[in-house]
């Protein structure tokens, strides 16, 4: 059974940048697409990006768009998530999720493989 984890949050200022990890113990999800949620304690699992298996199309939240990048190395059974100017409203505990499928849903139903996330806090 593959497992994710996750690294690189913390606590940064408005307007900083952080750049989260997600490792993967096998190549098993290395064809299927993968993305990055968040939640807030009290709120639903919201969706943050997400790429295909060949990392050629990836998706991104009206919020976030044109602030984070999702990248992935299949050689390296990484993914990553590079966040910049980041504001008080990221701040959440980010996931790392994947599955094996068709498609590159934003619907985090659909992925059936989770990391132990990794809490982003932005505040000054």
């Known amino acids: 059974q593959v497992h994710l984890v996750e690294s690189g949050g913390g606590l940064v200022h408005p307007g900083g940048s952080l750049r989260l990890s997600c490792a993967a113990s096998a190549p098993t999800l290395r064809s299927s697409a993968m993305g990055w949620f968040r939640q807030v304690s009290g709120k639903e699992r919201e969706f943050v990006a997400v790429?295909?298996?060949?990392?050629?199309?990836?998706f991104y939240a009206d919020s976030v768009k044109g602030r984070f990048t999702i990248s992935r190395d299949n050689a390296e059974y990484t993914l990553s998530l590079q966040m910049n100017n980041l504001k008080p409203e990221d701040t959440a505990l980010y996931y790392c999720?994947?599955?094996?499928?068709?498609?590159?849903?934003?619907?985090?139903?659909?992925?059936?493989?989770w990391g132990q996330g990794t809490q982003v806090t932005v505040s000054s």
């Open positions: 999720a994947g599955r094996n499928g068709v498609g590159i849903p934003r619907d985090p139903n659909e992925y059936h493989v």
């Open positions: 790429i295909s298996g060949t990392g050629a199309y990836a």
